[in-house]
């Protein structure tokens, strides 16, 4: 079973910058492509950022710019990079890991990220 746990969470005043990780259980990220999804409450989970085993990346709009994802393979974790952070990025985070081949898929459990001044 594959296991994600988020950490790097917190409190940021608008304009500063974060980083998220997601520790994996593993070297999956050779077969998995790994995903950053939010959500804020009452709103739908939404796809932030997604890095693909070839290492290309794509961003949602709002964050274009702003957010970077990243891989290590050595330490097995995936990061997300976030940057010029403003209050509507407010949400609970969340990896997300699809396996290429069969599109089996697991989730972390979240890390809340808040910002406000």
């Known amino acids: 079973q594959v296991q994600l746990v988020e950490s790097g969470g917190g409190l940021v005043q608008p304009g500063g910058s974060l980083r998220l990780s997601c520790a994996t259980s593993?070297?999956?990220?050779?077969?998995?492509?790994m995903d950053w999804y939010r959500q804020a409450p009452g709103k739908q989970r939404d796809l932030v950022a997604r890095?693909?085993?070839?290492?290309?990346?794509q961003y949602a709009d709002s964050v274009k710019g702003r957010f970077t994802i990243s891989r290590d393979n050595g330490k097995n974790t995936v990061y997300l990079q976030m940057n010029s952070l403003k209050p509507e990025d407010t949400a609970v985070y969340y990896c997300?890991?699809?396996?290429?081949?069969?599109?089996?898929?697991?989730w972390g459990q979240g890390t809340q990220v808040t910002v406000s001044s």
């Open positions: 890095i693909t085993t070839g290492g290309v990346t």
């Open positions: 997300h890991a699809e396996m290429v081949i069969t599109k089996r898929n697991f």
């Open positions: 593993g070297s999956i990220l050779s077969i998995y492509t």
